[in-house]
């Protein structure tokens, strides 16, 4: 099995996986994977960097306060079930 084929990721995934990468919570085989595919993929690229800079907007005006880890595991559940239920219906 070749690298490519370790590292071939469904963009709905990577996408759902990016804050992950975002705020460091990923292990370092995790963020290999999902750097592989950002470097490969324009569009989840694009989608990151939109993600990037959200998080740069967000930390500048809350201070860099962190949320409740039942409301940020709630947000990534929900981020994740949309994110799957959209693929599906397209």
Known sequence: MSEQDDYKLD??????????????ECD??????????????????EQYGIEEQ???LLSRKCGGERAPEGLR???????????VIRTESE
């Open 73 to 83: 595991q709630r947000l990534s559940f929900e981020i994740r079930r949309t994110v």
């Open 11 to 24: 963009c709905t995934a990577v996408i759902a996986d990016v804050w992950l990468m975002l705020d460091n």
């Open 54 to 56: 959200i998080k740069g």
């Open 28 to 45: 370092q085989a995790t963020r290999e994977r999902l750097q592989y595919h950002l470097d490969t993929c324009g569009t989840c690229l």
